[in-house]
């Protein structure tokens, strides 16, 4: 379980109750294509709970799920759970994110 400040849940949850999704990125290379693996948080339309996903995809396919490495989607009544589990499950640094913006993208050749 990782612990985050209360200023920092509440600035994360003020993203994605605002229809902002919470979204980390990274851009590399498969055998010279360009490839991205994206993890975001966000709320659920209908305002029930929360949604993480995690896609890794050729950029190609972007638009494509059916043709991504992986397609995954996790749900969570509580934000508090939801941003948790995507520390844990996917390393998502919510400080390092807070201090650079939303839109967060790395590039890994």
């Known amino acids: 379980m990782t612990l985050l400040s209360e ?3 509440f600035k994360l949850k003020n ?14 290379s498969i055998d010279g294509e360009k490839a991205c693996r994206e993890t975001f948080l966000l ?12 896609d890794d995809y050729l950029e190609k396919y972007s638009d494509i ?12 009544e509580k934000f508090e759970d939801a941003i948790n589990f995507m520390i844990d499950a996917y390393g998502f640094d919510a400080n390092g994110y807070l201090k650079l913006g939303r839109n967060w ?5």
């Open 43 to 54: 709320r659920k339309m209908d305002k029930s709970g929360y949604i993480v996903g995690h």
């Open 7 to 9: 200023e920092a849940i």
């Open 105 to 109: 993208r790395l590039w890994n050749p």
């Open 65 to 76: 799920p059916d043709l991504h490495f992986k397609y995954q989607r996790h749900e969570f």
């Open 15 to 28: 993203l994605a109750n605002n229809r902002k999704p919470v979204r980390f990125s990274t851009i590399y």
